[in-house]
């Protein structure tokens, strides 16, 4: 299984970035997908989780009502729409799956496979 991140770069706080992750030597959908980030200094958070069918969908309290995360499942791509944009978003963006069956997400130790970071700078 492999996980490829794109989409980041820089912006000015309000403004808006599209991220997309693509997933590649999966033999099924039957997976959920999710959007980790990790600022400078930090341990990697939790941003936004999807199920297999896209029909559950979660995020963290910092980027509800700003976020929207979305899959093609025919393409194998997931996205992360994010407006709004705010210094504090600034961070490396990591796109995650799993392939068992488990009800947490908000950790790390919840996906076993893990796409290479895309960066993200939003100056004030």
């Known amino acids: 299984v492999q996980l490829q991140a794109s989409g980041g770069g820089l912006v000015q706080a309000g403004g808006s970035l599209r991220l997309s992750c693509t997933a590649s030597g999966l033999t099924s959908d039957t997976y959920a997908m999710a959007w980790f980030r990790q600022a400078p200094g930090k341990e990697r958070e939790f941003v936004a989780a999807i199920s297999a069918s896209g029909e559950k969908i979660l995020y963290s309290e910092s980027v509800k009502g700003r976020f929207t995360i979305s899959r093609d499942n025919a393409k194998n791509i997931m996205n992360l729409e994010m407006s709004s944009l705010k210094p504090e978003d600034t961070a490396v963006y990591y796109c995650?799956?799993?392939?068992?069956?488990?009800?947490?997400?908000?950790?790390?130790?919840?996906?076993?496979?893990w796409g290479r970071g895309t960066e993200v700078t939003v100056s004030s």
């Open positions: 995650a799956t799993r392939t068992y069956y488990t009800n947490g997400y908000d950790t790390s130790r919840y996906w076993n496979y």
